[in-house]
């Protein structure tokens, strides 16, 4: 059993920066692809980022392309998510899933109901 936890979200004013975090235990870590995905309410949850267990594959969807930055570290275990130029809209809580790829380079999936571990979510509020 894998756990994730995010953490780094909060209040944030529309133009600002935050980077949220999501550590893992309980398995090797760097044997998952990692997606962040956020749920605003009354919405269906939305794909943000992929990483590569490699790191070096990424894809961003299209409402955060070019404001937000998805990386990892596998030494200590942690995908970060930097969010910049935030609008209201980016408000939601921010979900890490965590998904078993056979090459390193590989993308997780796009649909979160691919994922095997879910994180319990960080709030990431963005006023206007």
């Known amino acids: 059993q894998m756990s994730l936890v995010e953490s780094g979200g909060g209040l944030v004013q529309a133009g600002g920066s935050l980077r949220i975090s999501c550590t893992a235990s309980g398995r090797t870590f760097s044997n998952y692809a990692m997606g962040w995905f956020r749920q605003a309410p009354g919405k269906e949850r939305e794909l943000v980022a992929l990483?590569?267990?490699?790191?070096?594959?990424?894809f961003y969807g299209n409402s955060v392309k070019g404001r937000f930055t998805i990386s990892r570290d596998n030494a200590i275990n942690t995908v970060f998510l930097q969010m910049g130029s935030l609008k209201p809209e980016d408000t939601a809580v921010y979900y890490c899933g965590a998904e078993v790829t056979t090459f390193a380079s590989s993308l997780p999936p796009v649909r979160d109901s691919e994922y095997d571990y879910w994180g319990q979510g960080t709030q990431v509020t963005v006023s206007s």
């Open positions: 990483i590569s267990r490699s790191g070096d594959n990424k």
